[in-house]
C-alpha cells in the first residue's frame, strides 16, 4: 500500500507541495488538474437545443414524455411520462464533439423506478468519447456512472483505460506514478467489451442534489464526486468498428442515459481546458 508520505512525494513530482496534500482528500487534485476558460451552459434548462434524443424502441422523437423541463431543471421519467412500465432505456447526446473539458452538473433521484430494474439500485451515466453516427443501445463510449452508492466507477464499452495508481484512497491526478501501463481487464458482455473501473470511495448521497464533474485532458480523464476524485483514468483508447484495433481517443459526444429510474439534471455546463 502507498503511504501519506509516498503520496505527499507524489505531490511535490507533480509541483503541487507538501502544502497541498495537506487539504487532501479529492477536491484539492482536481482542482490542480481543471484550470481553464469561463463556463457555458451545455443544456440550456429549457430543452433539448443542442442535444438529440434516442430512446430503444422509440427512436429519435420523445414519443412518451420520457423528458421535461421545470425552472431550470431536465427531468427523465418523471410525472410527465406517459409511457409503457418497461420504457426503452436511451440517453440525450450533444450534437457535437468535445474534447479537453471541465464537464460540471447536478443530479437527484425521483422516486419512480421502472421495469426491468424495480427493484434494482437506480442508475443513470454520463457517457463520453462517444463517436458521433448512428444511434443505439450501449453506445461504444466511456461511461461516467451514476448509481446508488456507485456514483464515480468507469465502464469503457469498447473502449479501455488504465486505471491510475491510489495512493492511500487517492487516484494519482493530473498525471500517474512512472510506469503505470497495464490497461484494466475487460470482460466480453456480448456484444461489446467491457472495463469495470471502481471508484475509490462512495462520496454520492442518495437524498437532494449531488454534483459530478467530469475532467477530460488529452487521453486522461478524471470522476470528481461532491469535490472528491474518486477516479482517475490514462491512455484511453477507443476500439475501431472496421480492424478492432486500438487507438487514442480524446474528444467525442458527451451522453445522459435513461435508464428505467427518474432522475433530475441542473445546472449542465462546460469549460474548456
Excluded at 457535437?96 to 464537464?103: K, N, P, R, T
Excluded at 487517492?170 to 510506469?179: E, H, I, M, Q, V
Excluded at 464526486?225 to 467525442?252: F, K, P
Aim: proline share 5%; glycine share 12%; aromatic share 8%.
Amino acid at each position: 500500500m502507498t503511504t501519506r508520505r509516498e503520496a505527499i512525494g507524489l505531490l511535490a513530482h507533480l509541483g503541487l507541495g507538501a502544502g497541498a496534500a495537506a487539504l487532501l482528500p479529492g477536491g484539492v487534485l482536481a482542482q490542480a488538474g481543471s484550470a481553464g476558460g469561463d463556463w457555458r451552459p451545455l443544456l440550456n434548462g429549457r430543452d433539448l437545443t443542442g442535444w438529440t434524443f434516442f430512446q430503444d424502441g422509440v427512436g429519435a422523437q420523445d414519443r412518451d414524455g420520457v423528458i421535461a423541463f421545470h425552472d431550470g431543471e431536465m427531468h427523465v421519467l418523471g410525472p410527465e411520462y406517459t409511457g409503457p412500465e418497461n420504457p426503452g432505456m436511451g440517453y440525450i447526446a450533444t450534437a457535437e464533439e468535445y474534447g479537453d473539458y471541465h464537464l460540471s452538473l447536478e443530479y437527484k433521484w425521483g422516486p419512480r423506478r421502472f421495469a426491468p430494474r424495480e427493484l434494482a439500485k437506480r442508475d443513470s451515466g454520463i457517457l463520453y468519447h462517444a463517436p458521433s453516427g448512428r444511434d443505439y443501445l450501449w453506445p461504444d463510449c466511456v461511461e461516467y456512472q451514476i448509481m446508488e452508492q456507485s456514483t464515480g466507477d468507469a465502464i469503457p464499452v469498447n473502449h479501455r483505460a488504465i486505471q491510475a495508481i491510489s495512493a492511500g484512497g487517492l487516484p494519482s491526478w493530473p498525471r500517474d506514478f512512472p510506469g503505470n501501463t497495464q490497461y484494466a481487464p475487460q470482460v466480453n458482455a456480448g456484444p461489446n467489451l467491457r472495463q469495470h473501473i471502481r471508484a475509490d470511495g462512495n462520496f454520492d448521497t442518495l437524498e437532494g442534489w449531488n454534483t459530478v464533474e467530469l475532467i477530460c485532458r488529452g487521453d486522461s480523464a478524471a470522476h470528481v464526486v461532491n469535490g472528491r476524485i474518486v477516479t482517475a483514468l490514462y491512455g484511453l483508447q477507443a476500439q475501431h468498428e472496421a480492424d478492432r484495433a486500438y487507438a487514442s481517443v480524446t474528444r467525442g459526444r458527451i451522453l445522459l442515459q435513461i435508464e428505467s429510474a427518474e432522475i433530475s439534471f441542473r445546472n449542465v455546463r462546460i469549460r474548456s481546458l
